[in-house]
């Protein structure tokens, strides 16, 4: 398919599935300036919303990219006001796909979904994630009658794929062909229902998925608003548990911070077994590094691991990139020295911006809860604002150290002791509240991000 005619393709059916606001403001100047082989090159017009859709859309894209041309396996992104060496560029990238012979894409089994590499064994344990972990054990011990469903929540780059993954992989060892198992992002099945509505094929596609022995979907926070996606899953959901059969799910955030999910099936999230990935502590950082660098059989030394562990606090994604990094940089220059690592770290890490904004902060708590932002700065008392805009409160005060008159005129001429009153709430729940903590964690990303 021509390259042009493949990015409109692509754009068309992605419009089908995210909000009008979500596409005009992401992805409607997004253009295909190369494609080569395997990999194609999107340009967008500026690093923030490269950065955005990189984080929040690269999936449905490669996904959707793959519907129309599977044999498309790497998709970059670059600003197209940048001066481009598309020569330089489409060789890199091809260089990488040849380099990377266990990139996901290649290698997943056609019949699950699943990819192989993910594996219990080279899931790393630590006190962030044991609770998760062990629930995924007793599940495949006891497909189907423990802690059906399992829903898993926890931040970007946290290792929850690679988990119930795993369970997947390892419930398919274990059992055989006697349990069907199935692997599905939400923006393929977001995709299905939609196809099957405008094909007229829905009763297919219903079967389809209730023929599963375990479902796994990944990411639920997407279906959250797409009222027949919901519907359709609501139906799924039943029939599958009815008949004792498993359910596995993952989200950013837990089922009653999914602002715009149908209350029933909140609820029925909320009837199993709901287990959070929290960020990793340092002897947890320190062991994946570890077991990374054993993986590509290099070795550095303790004090080397210690500064990695110690700059690479949030994001276990970004300490296997650093990893990854430093190796092809050591396989270039032949050493692994102190400045090589210090380098890499500074290019790869996402360190918070100091120039910070109130309205920046407000509008990524707007984001986060699916509200406007006038919603937190006019006088409305709606119930549904009212902890969106403590949480407001709060990181106004924590990350740009603001006087409480000061947050008070900007969300609504609230007076300074309303304000104290919220940040008090806010700070004290955080200690108490493991949802609440994981919104904050979740926002102040998204806060950094900008």
Not at 3 to 8: D, F, G, P, T, V
Not at 98 to 114: I, M, Y
Request: glycine fraction near 4%; include cysteine; charged fraction near 30%.
């Amino acid at each position: 398919m021509e390259a042009e005619k493949l990015w409109q393709s692509v754009l068309g059916e992605i419009e089908l599935q995210i909000s009008r606001a979500n596409y005009l403001t992401w992805l409607k100047d997004s253009k295909i300036i190369s494609q080569e082989e395997n990999a194609i090159l999107i340009a967008l017009p500026n690093n923030f919303v490269k950065e955005w859709v990189e984080n929040k859309y690269h999936k449905m894209i490669l996904g959707t990219v793959r519907s129309f041309n599977e044999t498309i396996k790497k998709i970059d992104y670059v600003v197209h006001t940048q001066a481009i060496d598309l020569t330089r560029i489409n060789k890199k990238i091809n260089q990488e796909i040849q380099k990377q012979t266990s990139f996901s894409e290649l290698r997943v089994d056609p019949e699950t979904n699943l990819n192989p590499r993910y594996t219990l064994d080279s899931f790393i344990v630590g006190s962030s994630n044991e609770l998760a972990y062990a629930a995924i054990l007793s599940v495949i011990k006891e497909v189907g009658k423990k802690y059906n469903p399992l829903f898993i929540y926890g931040g970007v780059g946290l290792g929850k794929t690679h988990l119930i993954q795993a369970a997947g992989n390892e419930i398919k060892k274990n059992y055989k062909n006697e349990v069907k198992v199935k692997y599905i992002p939400s923006e393929t099945y977001i995709r299905d229902i939609v196809s099957a509505i405008r094909n007229k094929r829905i009763e297919d596609t219903k079967n389809k998925y209730r023929d599963i022995d375990v479902l796994i979907i990944d990411d639920i926070q997407f279906i959250g608003g797409k009222e027949k996606t919901e519907e359709e899953f609501f139906h799924t959901f039943n029939a599958l548990y009815e008949n004792n059969k498993q359910i596995i799910i993952s989200s950013d955030r837990p089922p009653r911070s999914i602002p715009t999910l149908e209350e029933r099936l909140q609820s029925r999230f909320e009837g199993g077994m709901i287990a959070d990935v929290g960020y990793p502590d340092y002897e947890t950082r320190v062991a994946i590094i570890k077991s990374k660098l054993e993986e590509k059989k290099m070795t550095l030394t303790d004090d080397l691991i210690n500064i990695i562990a110690n700059k690479v606090k949030r994001n276990v994604r970004e300490l296997e990139g650093v990893i990854h990094k430093i190796s092809l940089k050591s396989e270039r220059e032949g050493i692994i020295a102190k400045t090589v690592i210090m380098d890499t770290l500074r290019e790869t890490i996402s360190q918070p911006s100091l120039n910070i904004s109130p309205q920046q902060i407000i509008q990524a708590v707007a984001h986060f809860f699916e509200i406007s932002p006038e919603d937190l700065t006019n006088r409305s008392r709606k119930k549904e604002v009212v902890e969106p805009r403590q949480i407001a409160a709060f990181l106004m005060r924590e990350l740009l150290n603001l006087s409480y008159p000061f947050i008070g005129e900007k969300l609504g001429k609230r007076d300074h002791t309303t304000i104290i009153h919220s940040c008090d709430k806010i700070a004290q729940g955080i200690n108490k509240n493991a949802s609440l903590n994981q919104k904050i964690l979740l926002i102040k990303e998204e806060v950094y991000k900008t």
